[in-house]
């Protein structure tokens, strides 16, 4: 038998989990294991598991955490492609009113920047 808090400890140094959330992953898949008296989602630290189901509640937390942070880091992947299009096209459109004779003060205004970086666009200076 194994304490869901050894499992917890050992969730946390094989994967980039911290040790509050190892445990209530392992607790919850305790529970998915048949331990109908653990709080599902909750933390039972003490509780105690068989070897077998310590071994697949290992495997499981091993799996998610290879699962998750691609699904995360491809989310700030997007985000910041997202950034980085959206600043092309402010620049853009700052670059255009600026040539269309539209007061920098202006600008500066509605960009929510200061007049010295509405310069910096026109003038591609980053």
């Known amino acids: 038998m194994m304490q869901i808090a050894d499992l917890a400890r050992q969730i946390t140094d094989r994967t980039d989990i911290d040790y509050d959330a190892a445990l209530t992953l392992a607790t919850t898949y305790a529970v998915q294991c048949g331990y109908t008296d653990l709080p599902e989602g909750g933390q039972a630290p003490y509780a105690e598991v068989s070897a077998e189901d310590a071994g697949f509640i290992l495997e499981a937390a091993g799996v998610a955490a290879e699962i998750e942070p691609p699904t995360l880091l491809d989310e700030i992947a997007d985000a910041a492609a997202a950034i980085k299009t959206a600043s092309a096209r402010r620049d853009e459109a700052i670059r255009k009113a600026i040539t269309n004779g539209v007061a920098v003060s202006k600008i500066a205004e509605a960009a929510e920047l200061s ?6 666009i026109r003038d591609r200076r980053r």
Do not use: D, G, H, L
């Open 115 to 120: 007049r010295e970086r509405v310069y910096q």
